[in-house]
C-alpha cells in the first residue's frame, strides 16, 4: 500500500475539552516582559514563587530561521498577554529550550515540545486546549478555584441539575476531615478543571438527590439518573479507577496520549480526537460515510490521499483496546497489512460487473440493429 500520510481518527462522545463559552476580554499588550526563561539554576525558585506556573516547552530556533521565530515570538506574546491579565493571582509563566534546557526538561517531566505544562502544588497539568490568551486565562482561573465545589442549599442543588452538557461527580460524605471525602478530593484534583466535583455533608441536600453517606453518584450529559460509583470506594485509587471504567471516552483519552507519545516522531501518521457532539449536523454522515456507530468510542485510519478508511474492530466495548494492542494495530495499517483499500474491493467488483453488463447490453443493441438491417434490406428486395 503507498501511503503518503494516514490520520488515526478516534471518535469518542464522553470528551470533554478546555474551549471557552464566552470568552474574555483582554487588554492590549503594555509591553512588559513578565514571561521568565527557566534553567537549572533559576527554577526553584521560580516555582517557590508562584501558586500556578505555566511553563511552554519548545523547539530549539535555528539561527536565522526568520519563519520559526516570528511563529514563536507570537506564541510568545500569548503568555506575556495571559501574564499581563493574572499577574494578581500568583500565576507565573516561563520558556524552556528543549536543546539548552534538557536536563531541567527531563526533571520535570516535560516530554512534548510545543505543549504547554502547569504546576500546581504537586500535580503537573498538560495544557490541551487552545493556545490563545482569552481560553488560557479562563482555564488558569478555573484551574485556581478549588477541585471540589460544596452544595449546601436548594439554590446550589438546583446549581447543580442546570449543568446538564458536561460530565459531573457528586458525593456525599460526614464532613471535610472524612477519609471518604479526602479521597474523593484527591480523585477531582486529577481531573481540576475539566472535569466538575461537588461535595455535600448535609443530610437534607443528600436527601433531595437521593444519596446515602458515602456515595458517589457520576452524571453523563444529558442523564437525568445518576450511576452510583459502585462498592463505596474507601481510596483515591479506586474512585479513578472505577470513573475510568464509567467514562469510556477519558479510558480511551488515556491511552491514546500513550500512543501518541510513541508516535510523535512519525511522520506518516497524525492523530485527530474528534467529538462528535461538537460536530451534531455531521454525526449522521460520518456514521454513513464510515459504516461506524458513533455511540461508541471508535478509533480508524484514514488516508488523504483517496479518503479511504479502514477501523479497529473492537469486540467488547466494555473492554478497550490496550496501547499495545492499539500500536500493534497502527503498525499493521502502515505496514499494509490491514489496507484502507480493503473495503472498496467488494465495491470495484461491483462496478467490474456494471460494466460487464454494460457491454452485454452494447452487444444486444448491436445485434438488434443488425437484424433491422437485414430486414431493411429484404424489404428492398421485395
Not at 108 to 133: C, Q, R, V
Not at 155 to 162: D, G, M, T, Y
Not at 312 to 333: A, N, R, T
Request: glycine share 4%; aromatic share 10%; proline share 3%.
Amino acid at each position: 500500500m503507498s501511503v503518503g500520510w494516514l490520520y488515526l481518527v478516534t471518535f469518542c462522545l464522553t470528551c470533554t475539552c478546555c474551549r471557552a463559552e464566552k470568552g474574555l476580554e483582554i487588554p492590549r499588550y503594555d509591553g512588559k516582559d513578565r514571561v521568565i526563561d527557566i534553567d537549572m539554576k533559576n527554577y526553584q525558585k521560580v516555582m517557590k514563587k508562584f501558586d500556578v506556573l505555566c511553563l511552554l516547552y519548545h523547539e530549539a530556533i535555528p539561527a536565522g530561521d526568520k519563519v520559526a521565530q516570528k511563529r514563536f515570538d507570537l506564541v510568545e506574546l500569548v503568555l506575556e498577554m495571559a501574564a499581563q491579565v493574572l499577574q494578581e493571582k500568583d500565576v507565573g509563566f516561563g520558556l524552556v529550550d528543549e536543546k539548552k534546557d534538557a536536563k531541567l526538561a527531563k526533571k520535570l517531566g516535560l516530554i512534548e515540545t510545543g505543549s504547554l505544562y502547569i504546576f500546581k502544588e504537586d500535580n503537573l497539568i498538560e495544557y490541551d486546549g487552545e493556545l490563545s490568551a482569552d481560553v488560557l486565562v479562563e482555564f488558569l482561573l478555573d484551574l485556581a478555584e478549588e477541585p471540589v465545589e460544596i452544595i449546601e442549599v436548594d439554590v446550589e442543588i438546583q446549581s447543580f441539575l442546570r449543568i446538564e452538557d458536561e460530565i459531573k461527580l457528586i458525593g456525599y460524605f460526614k464532613s471535610e476531615d472524612s477519609e471518604h471525602y479526602k479521597a474523593f478530593e484527591g480523585a477531582a484534583e486529577h481531573f481540576h478543571p475539566y472535569i466538575h466535583f461537588f461535595a455535600t455533608f448535609d443530610k437534607g441536600v443528600a436527601k433531595k438527590l437521593s444519596m446515602k453517606m458515602n456515595e458517589v453518584d457520576f452524571y453523563e450529559p444529558f442523564m437525568d439518573e445518576p450511576i452510583t460509583i459502585p462498592d463505596k470506594p474507601h481510596s483515591e485509587e479506586e474512585i479513578l479507577k472505577d470513573f475510568c471504567c464509567l467514562s469510556d471516552g477519558y479510558e480511551f483519552l488515556a491511552i491514546l496520549k500513550e500512543v501518541a507519545k510513541d508516535n510523535t516522531d512519525n511522520p506518516e501518521l497524525s492523530i485527530i480526537w474528534i467529538d462528535p457532539d461538537d460536530f451534531p449536523l455531521l454525526f449522521t454522515y460520518w456514521e454513513k460515510v464510515f459504516k461506524i456507530d458513533l455511540h461508541k468510542p471508535q478509533i480508524g485510519v484514514v488516508n488523504v490521499t483517496d479518503a479511504d478508511s479502514v477501523w479497529m474492530d473492537i469486540k467488547d466495548e466494555d473492554e478497550l483496546p490496550s496501547v499495545d494492542e492499539l500500536e500493534d494495530w497502527i503498525h499493521d495499517v502502515l505496514s499494509g497489512k490491514v489496507n484502507t483499500e480493503d473495503d472498496d474491493d467488494g465495491d470495484d467488483d461491483d462496478d467490474d460487473d456494471d460494466d460487464d453488463d454494460e457491454d452485454d447490453d452494447d452487444d444486444d443493441d448491436d445485434d438488434d440493429d443488425d437484424d433491422d438491417d437485414d430486414d431493411d434490406d429484404d424489404d428492398d428486395d421485395d
